[in-house]
């Protein structure tokens, strides 16, 4: 296994162990402020790794199938996890509620289905830009909802300046990224209709 695909497995492990460590500790709904936090630096671990992966693939010339379909699962795996576990959670409906769950990890579903469909057909179906923002986007309101949960059970409202910022935080980065989320989505729609359609023009 090359060093990309090390890196890959890391974040899956990772992942695993942000999930245990949010059902261990009651993070959801325990009153630990610094569950939390500790949840949310586990989190940016596993995305960070997500550029760093890409960059050695590049850079060593060690591109793989196993790292192109282990890669985008590693990220949605991590996201629409932490998602569901937020939703079910007393405070973190307030942020992001079923139906908003329900939402994104079905967009990311369909477009892991056109994606394998398309490519088994022998047509490259890459990521495309708007995709990777919605993504930046992702990495930044999970840990934001993170951060106010720790304000939250810290402080309260002795520190009321800071819980109003970073529930505004929050609150409306996980808005913008459930806009781009959908926006992408239909563009990646779009994208693999247009490139089934030339397909079959082309036989």
């Known amino acids: 296994m090359n060093v990309p695909n090390k890196i890959t497995t890391g974040r899956l492990l990772v992942t695993v162990v942000l999930f245990v460590y949010l059902v261990a500790t009651d993070t959801c709904a ?3 402020s610094w569950h939390p936090i500790i949840a949310g630096v586990v989190f940016i671990l596993a995305v960070a790794t997500d550029a760093l992966d ?3 693939a590049r850079k060593l010339g060690q ?3 196993f790292g192109r379909i282990a890669d985008p ?17 007393p ?3 307030t942020f992001v509620p079923a139906w908003m769950t329900v939402t994104i990890v079905g967009r990311e579903l369909l477009v892991t289905a056109l994606r394998g469909y398309i490519e088994s057909r022998g047509i490259p179906f890459g990521a495309r830009w708007d995709g990777k923002v919605k993504m930046i ?11 106010w949960r720790f304000v939250d059970l810290r402080w ?16 409306g980065s996980i808005w913008i990224t459930f806009v781009v989320t959908i926006t992408s989505g239909a563009r990646y729609v779009q994208a693999a209709a247009e490139l089934l359609r030339d397909g079959e023009r082309a036989v």
């Open 73 to 89: 699962v590693a990220d949605k795996l991590i996201v629409c996890g932490t998602l569901v576990f937020l939703s079910v959670s």
């Open 30 to 32: 325990g009153s630990n």
């Open 137 to 147: 986007l992702q990495c930044i309101a999970l840990p934001a909802m993170f951060l």
């Open 91 to 93: 405070w973190g409906r």
């Open 156 to 171: 309260g409202g002795g520190l009321a300046w800071a819980l109003d910022a970073t529930y505004w935080l929050a609150m």
């Open 54 to 56: 890409g960059y050695y």
């Open 63 to 65: 591109l793989s199938d």
